[in-house]
């Protein structure tokens, strides 16, 4: 039986962050169930990078991923990890004082974050009907990521530092050994190791239950996506990503398309999930009542999982009832953009250290993010 210092189960988003940030001090082996790690929630994602997105906490976690994503480590990747996009919620006149008070929030947080007024809008976006832009909150620096270039960033940045990874390797059995450890037995062998790193996303529970571990309440939400033709003799290069105040559609350009979602959050169990007609057609309707834009034929579509605990901050820290089981989970609809984040702190936290300087600045503490908050 193969052993090592740290097993990360789940190879998405989550898990290949913390094999990038843990490799260069510890023996890490990364076990994915599927053929290819990315194929569930981090190869579904819209893709953007929002600082005033989220919670508190997960707002200073996402700020806290801004210097790798903006500055990454030279030979990351060989073209910018983010691209200016913006992101822009509007509202009708009813959503005036809702989104002047978030406005104000907002801008206490980021200063460039600015108040937009009908024309604004509509010189931006032109296709929007003026009376669902009658205000605006503009984002500048909301930026489109490649989530592709950083998946296979930290994927090859952990093998570069020793990290070793293992596909088709489904986790069945977690047993906690007598002289202290576990024994992970998978699709691919069994492994042993002191510490194993729970990143299985929407069935982080579900690998929990298998090593005994209290569970903390996974719910994971479906979310739709297509794609669709940009409107004939329409420049949507500029366009920012558009989301209603209510948060009821989103729409932006996406390589010369544009990608729309109804901004579902429909329960439903761990899963290979597939986009339901219904929520296309919903997305349809909310967004051709919002502009001017006639979406004649979906290109693509799918669904993928964002995964919530009851306060939607993620989960990240050693659960009180089993030694040496860390929870990495719960990243919702937020787990690209604070992924290098997440990364360093879990490496951090594996490793008996404190939260790092930077973060901890920025409000994060390790008593929001622990498991022991959701189990009691
Ligand atoms: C439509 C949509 C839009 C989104 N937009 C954004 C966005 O704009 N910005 C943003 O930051 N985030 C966004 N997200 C959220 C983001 O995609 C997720 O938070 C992130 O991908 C979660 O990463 P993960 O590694 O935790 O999960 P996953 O990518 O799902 O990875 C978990 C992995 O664990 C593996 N696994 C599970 N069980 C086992 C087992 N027993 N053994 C071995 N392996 C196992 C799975 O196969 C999977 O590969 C969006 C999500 C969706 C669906």
Same mark, same amino acid.
């Given at each position: *039986?193969?052993?090592?210092?740290?097993?990360?189960?789940?190879?998405?988003?989550?898990?290949?962050?913390?094999?990038?940030?843990?490799?260069?001090?510890? =023996?890490?082996?990364?076990?994915?169930?599927?053929?290819?790690?990315?194929?569930?929630?981090?190869? +579904?994602?819209?893709?953007?990078?929002?600082?005033?997105?989220?919670?508190?906490?997960?707002? $200073?976690?996402?700020?806290?991923?801004?210097?790798?994503?903006?500055?990454? &480590?030279?030979?990351?990747?060989?073209?910018?990890?983010?691209?200016?996009?913006?992101?822009?919620?509007?509202?009708? /006149?009813?959503?005036?004082?809702?989104?002047?008070?978030? @406005?104000?929030?907002?801008?206490?947080?980021?200063?460039?974050?600015?108040?937009?007024?009908?024309?604004?809008?509509?010189?931006?976006? !032109?296709?929007?009907?003026?009376? *669902?832009?009658?205000?605006?909150?503009?984002?500048?620096?909301?930026?489109?990521?490649?989530?592709?270039?950083?998946?296979?960033?930290?994927?090859?940045?952990?093998?570069?530092?020793?990290?070793?990874?293992?596909? =088709?390797?489904?986790?069945?059995?977690?047993? +906690?050994?007598?002289?202290?450890?576990?024994?992970?037995?998978?699709?691919?062998?069994?492994?042993?190791?002191?510490?194993?790193?729970?990143?299985?996303?929407? @069935?982080?529970?579900?690998?929990?239950?298998? $090593?005994?571990?209290? !569970?903390?309440?996974?719910? &994971?939400?479906?979310?739709?996506?297509?794609?669709? %033709?940009? !409107?004939?003799?329409? #420049?949507?290069?500029?366009? !920012?990503?558009?989301?209603? $105040?209510? %948060?009821?559609?989103?729409?932006? &350009?996406? /390589?010369?398309?544009?990608? *729309?979602?109804?901004?579902? %959050?429909?329960?439903?169990?761990?899963?290979?999930?597939?986009?339901?007609?219904?929520?296309?057609?919903?997305?349809?309707?909310?967004?051709?009542?919002?502009?001017?834009?006639?979406? +004649?034929?979906?290109?693509?579509?799918?669904?993928?999982?964002?995964?919530?605990?009851?306060?939607?901050?993620?989960?990240?820290?050693? $659960?009180?009832?089993?030694?040496?089981?860390?929870?990495?989970?719960?990243?919702?609809?937020?787990?690209?953009?604070?992924?290098?984040?997440?990364?360093?702190?879990?490496?951090?936290?594996?490793?008996?250290?404190?939260?790092?300087?930077?973060?901890?600045?920025?409000?994060?503490?390790?008593? #929001?993010?622990?498991?022991?908050?959701?189990?009691?």
């Amino acid at each position: *039986m193969q052993s090592t210092d740290v097993i990360i189960i789940g190879a998405g988003m989550a898990g290949a962050s913390a094999a990038y940030f843990l490799a260069p001090h510890r =023996r890490v082996l990364l076990l994915e169930r599927e053929a290819q790690p990315g194929y569930h929630a981090t190869g +579904r994602s819209a893709a953007m990078y929002s600082e005033t997105y989220g919670n508190a906490t997960v707002r $200073a976690i996402t700020t806290a991923s801004k210097p790798f994503y903006f500055d990454p &480590p030279q030979g990351f990747a060989d073209h910018p990890l983010v691209t200016p996009r913006g992101s822009l919620m509007v509202g009708a /006149a009813q959503d005036q004082d809702r989104m002047h008070a978030l @406005w104000q929030e907002l801008h206490a947080l980021v200063p460039n974050v600015q108040w937009w007024t009908q024309g604004d809008i509509l010189q931006r976006v !032109p296709v929007m009907r003026p009376e *669902m832009a009658h205000c605006g909150v503009f984002e500048p620096d909301a930026m489109d990521m490649d989530v592709h270039a950083i998946h296979q960033g930290f994927l090859r940045g952990a093998k570069a530092a020793g990290a070793q990874l293992v596909c =088709r390797a489904g986790v069945q059995h977690i047993q +906690r050994e007598l002289a202290g450890g576990w024994r992970v037995d998978t699709a691919a062998g069994s492994f042993f190791s002191p510490i194993v790193v729970n990143a299985a996303g929407a @069935w982080c529970d579900e690998v929990a239950q298998l $090593a005994g571990v209290a !569970p903390v309440g996974m719910v &994971p939400k479906r979310r739709t996506a297509f794609t669709t %033709e940009a !409107p004939a003799g329409c #420049d949507i290069g500029a366009w !920012p990503l558009v989301i209603d $105040a209510q %948060e009821s559609f989103y729409f932006k &350009p996406d /390589a010369g398309v544009l990608l *729309m979602s109804p901004a579902n %959050e429909d329960a439903v169990s761990p899963q290979d999930v597939q986009p339901e007609e219904l929520d296309v057609a919903i997305a349809v309707d909310r967004i051709e009542t919002a502009t001017t834009l006639q979406i +004649r034929q979906v290109r693509r579509k799918w669904a993928g999982l964002r995964s919530f605990v009851a306060d939607k901050s993620p989960v990240v820290g050693f $659960a009180v009832d089993a030694p040496g089981f860390f929870w990495l989970a719960g990243q919702g609809g937020y787990g690209i953009q604070t992924a290098p984040a997440m990364g360093q702190l879990t490496a951090a936290l594996v490793r008996g250290l404190p939260v790092p300087d930077a973060m901890a600045a920025l409000g994060v503490r390790a008593e #929001d993010l622990s498991a022991h908050r959701l189990q009691g």
